[in-house]
């Protein structure tokens, strides 16, 4: 599988911005996918996940009620819209697959299969 992400930009704090993750090069059914990202000198840390065949999707504490994943199976394109963007949000975020529907260790970040490369999203206060 192949993962693009895309959509990352600077903003203000407070503003909104989505980004985007296509994939290809496979059957996605029994996929997870999500998105991480790292900030300079700072741990990699799950920001949120789906199961790409239902309804269940998980989120990092820092981001809940902010940001929301979702997926659009006919293009086979995952979304993550963030809403009222930090400071502390601004990052290198990634998108990430693993084809066995491991969710908790995919949030750990033990089990991905697949990385796209990373688009920043710069947060000015």
């Known amino acids: 599988v192949q993962l693009q992400a895309s959509g990352g930009g600077l903003v203000q704090a407070e503003d909104s911005l989505r980004l985007s993750c296509a994939a290809s090069?496979?059957?996605?059914?029994?996929?997870?996918m999500g998105w991480f990202r790292q900030a300079p000198g700072k741990e990699r840390e799950i920001v949120a996940a789906l199961r790409w065949s239902g309804d269940n999707t998980f989120y990092g504490d820092s981001v809940k009620g902010r940001f929301t994943i979702s997926r659009d199976a006919g293009k086979n394109t995952m979304y993550l819209q963030m809403n009222s963007l930090k400071p502390e949000d601004m990052a290198n975020y990634y998108c990430?697959?693993?084809?066995?529907?491991?969710?908790?260790?995919?949030?750990?970040?033990?089990?991905?299969?697949?990385w796209g490369q990373g688009t920043q999203v710069t947060v000015s206060s």
């Open positions: 990430a697959a693993n084809k066995r529907g491991w969710i908790l260790a995919f949030m750990k970040g033990d089990a991905v299969d697949a």
């Open positions: 090069g496979g059957t996605f059914n029994n996929y997870v």
